[in-house]
């Protein structure tokens, strides 16, 4: 009892008691979540402002008579008239390991139940992005755990990889994939005691979604034991468009903390279509003009400035990195749509999925003609480097002769070699969600195709027979691949043991 | 778009001729203008009042400050917070003395936008504030 008091006691008398000067206006409209204030004459842009009933805003818009501002809660305790009062604060949001396994809203306020956050730094949603000096350029691989992105889209820390594709064709699950991988890896990592081993830990944000995919996502991630890495930022297709709008940019600040602490960390914004749907809104109630699809002008920049801060940086800034996974919903496999086109341009490659693919039961549904990754192998470890060369190149050769082939009744052999590799590969690289495989076992299953093992199984037992190859790795013959987890490496003699314990499971599974 | 520009510019130009030589808003002025608008009334008679109405509102504090205090100031008073503040600010001020119990005791002063407070209505909320 006598505690409390005391606490109490000293809270005031760490009380200021000094005159304050504060910078006051007056709501004079107040519609659709954005108020206009006539008066603060001192407020900066992205300010923010403070409303009675500790309702806060944020200032986007400074006219001449009057301040436009984004109301970030309940607007209905607000009415005209009402006084508003600058903070001198820009937004910040809590960051730090306390925000691990937790899931926040827009202003990196909990909302899962779990008490306050334990953190102490606050870290400001807008930021400038790393300059060039600081940076260095991408060379360390992140693994996704699925093999037809690690193989041919390998993406780097650092890197800015955008998922794209129309509704229902898996986008989501991917970006959880590589989620999902990076805890199994900080595990597996953890574990060996190795001093140099750098976990990655995750953010997801959920900008515009159903409150149910949301709570899918979270359970999913609970149950595969990755939720301990992973912060979630939502902000549903409930919330208002201000929440929307400023949820990317607050996982940002939340990623960049891991980022200049010398960590790497890996940032998902499902989605930026909504994102921008969102400051469509909120830029259109605030009247400014409006340009292509009704977007305002700096829809560009609304993502350029978000994306850029995404960097690897070099050892002098602490070595660390962000990692970013932007997802866009096409409609009807348009790629070269408005915002597509924007975040296209502006990310270093694209993941395309594909709904014929989906739909045809390849999943994932990754186009190999349409996605590419920009830093390219710089970004695999050698031994797989080794195997994935050509794999790209065989899979686009057979999808074009395959188109071909519907109208021709006799073919070369050589063109039925590669249609047969072809559809092997595409059997090999259809996985299941939320299932990624350790690096060394895809490479271990690179090598037995690209060595032949596999073209006396018949194509419709592929899949059954790299599931089956997997299993047996992971289980019995674990040598070679624990010694291409160690060194990533495929030297002579690991592949002598690789091929030996090929060799044994093929008896088994005949 | 264009009538709201012009109506603003119009109402701009009613308020400058309310005003007295020393910048001050003068009550027969306005209401001198008022009563022209009526006898003769413009096409845009209700959106230009609205105009004058707030350009007028927005001017206001820019040569009026407010204070705000728990029991009634005598003119002593008035006249020292008037000559600070036109010290400081380099205009020429007049107070708007009102009362205001909440306060419970200090005092509340609004010069243009800024408010400068000392009361104990301030440090309980800021109290507040820190306790939740």
Redesign the interface.
Known sequence: MSSITELIRKEIESLSTDPTKTNVGTITALADGVAKVEGLSKVMFNEMVEFPNDVLGIALNLEEDTVGCVILGDTSALKEGDEAKTTGKLLSVPVGMGLLGRVVDAVGRPIDGKGQINSDQEYPVERIAPGIIPRKSVDQPLQTGIMAVDSMIPIGRGQRELIIGDRSTGKTTIAIDTIINQAKINKQGEESGDPDFRPVYCIYVAVGQKNSNVARTIKVLEETGAIDYVTIVSAPAADNPANQYLAPYSGCAIGEWFMENGKDALIVYDDLSKHAVAYRQISLILKRPSGREAYPGDVFYLHSRLLERSARLNEDNGNGSLTALPIIETQMGDVAGYIPTNVISITDGQIFLETDLFNKGIRPAVSVGLSVSRVGSAAQIKAYKKVAGKVKLELAQFRELAAFSQFESDLDSATKARLDRGARIVEMFKQAAYNPVPVEVQTAVMWAMQNDFFDTIPVAQIAEAVNSLKEYLSTQGTEPCAEIYKSGKLEEDTEQKLKSAIEDWKRTFA | MATTTKTKKIAKKLLALSLDEEGRVEETKVRSILESLRNDPPSNYRSLLQEYQ?ET??YL?TVQCGLEVPQGVDDQVNQTISGKVNASQGNNFSIDSSQNPRLIAGYKL?V???????SID??LE??RK???
């Open positions: 707030s509102r927005r504090p609004r243009g936008d800024d408010v400068y407070e000392d301030q440090r800021n109290l820190s306790l939740s």
